[in-house]
């Protein structure tokens, strides 16, 4: 097997390759014909991955057909592929640059390959990002409601709130339609919606935003979330932990179902109350049920079960 890594560096009309440890280039169209070039440049030679960074809408179709012909791709998050540009004492930052910084942080770090989405995961993405989109529509309609006083104004207001609600329904219709279509998506809802607190509009956020949920052990689940805390400690100097990164999506869709748990899942209230009886601040008693909410989840996922409670 070859070792050579590619990076891509995506913007909106083209796409600049360099590859690892030949050196060598290439510059496409960000289009089909593109992506069939990079193909036939790649040739026999075969690759361990190519490493690109999101780029708003512009990798969607390069991600796409990478994932259709069987390539290994890497996507990797920006920031920290701008820290290890700066770690390199690369200051510089042009399209050519960024693909071999890609390549080198690909080949070095070995980032995880991703697995190839499903036509139903790609549908049910699509879906979930019109309804976060309407979320916020509705969180700003609500918001300009408090300031209007104009009558005509108000009426189109309470419209585009009410054409909201609406559409927001469909979708989740839609969603929920697309879940019991696919007998194997199904059997992992219903167990997530056997634990108490987890709505249905949690249970199929998880399953679109953390597919991998039921396929790793409990440590990568919290860290893949941003709820795993982060020790700092320096000689005998040691701060307080706090969480960071992770998928913040799934992060805000476990906050509510947390203050649920804290009052109806007995496991959970009772962690809860000891977490407050040893002094811990409500919002880190509140972070760790979250933890404990995906943890539990991944568990129950792995195992191919529904939650029962525990008996005394």
Known sequence: MTDITIGADISKDHIDLHSLPDGQTLKVANDRK?????????????????????????HKAFERFMAVQGVPICKVNPRSARRFAEATGQ??????????????????LEPRLLQADTQIHSDLKELHMARLALIKDR???KN??????????????TERLRQIERQIKAVDEAIMAL??????????????????GLSHVTAFTLLIEMPELGEMDE?????????????????????????AGGRAIVRHALYMPALVACRFNPDLKAKYDQLKAAGKAPKVAITAIMRKLVVLANALLKSNRKWTQKTA
């Open 91 to 108: 200051l510089a930052k042009t399209d050519r640059i960024d693909a071999a910084l890609l390549s080198r942080y690909g080949a070095l």
């Open 139 to 141: 969180t700003a309609a």
């Open 34 to 58: 593109g992506f069939a070039a990079i193909l036939k440049w790649i040739g026999a030679r075969g690759v361990q991955r190519i490493v690109f960074e999101p780029t708003g809408p512009y």
């Open 219 to 243: 440590k990568a689940a919290a860290a893949l979330c941003g709820l795993a805390p982060m020790n700092r400690q320096s000689g005998r100097w040691t701060g307080r932990a706090f969480i």
């Open 144 to 157: 300009r409601e408090k300031n209007l006083s104009n009558p005509l104004l108000k009426r189109h207001n």
């Open 179 to 196: 879940i019991v279509e696919d007998e194997a998506l199904k059997a992992r809802f219903d167990i997530l919606v056997s634990i108490p």
